[in-house]
Structures are given as C-alpha cells and as structure tokens.
Nanobody, 116 residues
C-alpha cells in the first residue's frame, strides 16, 4: 500500500495561481490512476482532475482551461497547477491514488482559499 503527502495550498486573491503537489510513497509501481478531489464546506467531495497510468488526463468542466494536472517522470509525484482561481474554487483539496483493485489511498488534504 502507500501514503500520500500533499503541499502547496494557501490563500490567494481571486485571479491568482497556486500549485499543489502530492508525493506518493510505498508500492508506487502498482499505482494506476491518481487524482485531485476537492470538498467545499457542507458539500460532497468531487473529482477535479485525474491522470491514468498511461498519462491521460481528464478534468471537471468547471476547471478546464484553468487547471493543469501533471506527473513527475518517476510517477511518484503529481501536481495541480491552478490558474485564474475563483472564490468558488475555495475548498480542501485531496490527492488520491489507486494502488490496485480496492486499494484507494487519500492524502490528508490541503486548504485552498481564493479570496474575492
């Protein structure tokens, strides 16, 4: 199994940018999909972006054209570059990794706040 550690959250003005990082440890060779989710207060966690083992990325419509997910060459770190942040992007962002059938691992979460 494994562990995920996120970093890079913070407070920015609307229109600003942040980059989140997520470092995976453990059996990284077994990781399939990795993704970024977010959870606003009182709402369910929602998928923001994901990257498959083959490197294909997919984004929620609300962030397309503003957010970019990428991965290190070693495939143990993923990033989420967030540009043109909006107040509605304010949430706790969680990194996620699938280490195999039925093995889903989550990071501890990092707060992103875009102030209007």
């Amino acid at each position: 199994q494994g562990r995920l550690v996120e970093s890079g959250g913070g407070l920015v003005q609307a229109g600003g940018s942040l980059r989140l990082s997520c470092v995976a440890s453990g059996s990284i060779f077994s990781i399939n999909t990795m993704g970024w989710y977010r959870q606003r207060p009182g709402e369910q966690r929602e998928l923001v972006a994901k990257i498959t083992g083959g490197g294909t990325t997919d984004y929620d419509d609300s962030v397309k054209g503003r957010f970019t997910m990428s991965r290190s060459a070693a495939k143990n770190t993923v990033y989420l570059r967030m540009n043109s942040l909006k107040p509605e992007d304010t949430a706790v962002y969680y990194c996620y990794a699938n280490y195999g059938p039925g093995i889903d691992v989550w990071g501890q979460g990092t707060q992103v706040t875009a102030a209007s």
